[in-house]
T-cell receptor, first 115, second 116 residues
Framework: DTGVSQDPRHKITKRGQNVTFRCDPI?????LYWYRQTLGQGPEFLTY????????KSRLLSDRFSAERPKGSFSTLEIQRTEQGDSAMYLC?????????????FGPGTRLTVT | AQTVTQSQPEMSVQEAETVTLSCTYD???????LFWYKQPPSRQMILVIR??????QNATENRFSVNFQKAAKSFSLKISDSQLGDAAMYFC?????????????FGKGTKLSVIP
């Protein structure tokens, strides 16, 4: 049984470059979430998918951010024209989507450093 | 909107002793869930314990238990017989079931150190 996986684990990029992160949820989990965590803070919600549908987006998700989950399995998060303020840990989580099962299971995260 | 407040940025406990981490929350919803997550250094976040707001009985998971005071909107975590492996950041989180929103709202965390 594998947990939530994320790739890459670390990414260093120069300001202005585009980056893409991948998340593979626990198999058969139909809900997938992206969060951002900066140093010394708790994770902040970015967006949520139920199967392939993106149902909720935070105001934190600016126009430079886009997320997809094309076949309801893995998801990608792209940041265009990165800025230094985008430096953070990007966490992915999944949950079963069964009524009453509200726990979210987190991946190890992708740490982004924008220089 | 929900808010979660953890007022203790750092705590320490002697090995084998008991420690309580505090959390308060604010929500206008009647149906919600509360969680404690543990994030060890450079490792992924794992669920420690959860509490459904409609349940009066406090949740317990082995050495971990909560004190859920619904009227006071308080949700503290008690760790008994602390072990070195308990050292981590602990985050309190909540989410509601209303309006189809499943996002978790987290507090800023409490860094727990365990002294041998």
């Amino acid at each position: 049984d594998t947990g939530v996986s994320q790739d890459p684990r670390h990414k260093i990029t120069k300001r202005g470059q585009n980056v893409t992160f991948r998340c593979d949820p626990i198999s058969e989990h139909n809900r997938l979430y992206w969060y951002r965590q900066t140093l010394g803070q708790g994770p902040e919600f970015l967006t949520y998918f139920q199967n392939e549908a993106q149902l909720e987006k935070s105001r934190l998700l600016s126009d430079r951010f886009s997320a997809e989950r094309p076949k309801g399995s893995f998801s990608t998060l792209e940041i265009q024209r990165t800025e230094q303020g985008d430096s953070a840990m990007y966490l992915c989580a999944s949950s079963p989507g069964t009524s009453g099962m509200h726990e979210q299971y987190f991946g190890p995260g992708t740490r982004l450093t924008v220089t | 909107a929900q808010t979660v407040t953890q007022s203790q940025p750092e705590m320490s406990v002697q090995e084998a002793e008991t420690v309580t981490l505090s959390c308060t929350y604010d929500t206008s919803e009647s149906d919600y869930y509360l969680f404690w997550y543990k994030q060890p250094p450079s490792r992924q976040m794992i669920l420690v314990i959860r509490q459904e707001a409609y349940k009066q009985q406090n949740a317990t998971e082995n050495r971990f238990s909560v004190n859920f005071q619904k009227a006071a909107k308080s949700f503290s975590l008690k760790i008994s017989d602390s072990q070195l492996g308990d050292a981590a950041m602990y985050f309190c989180a909540s989410h509601t079931s209303g309006a189809g929103s499943y996002q978790l709202t987290f507090g800023k965390g409490t860094k727990l150190s365990v002294i041998p």
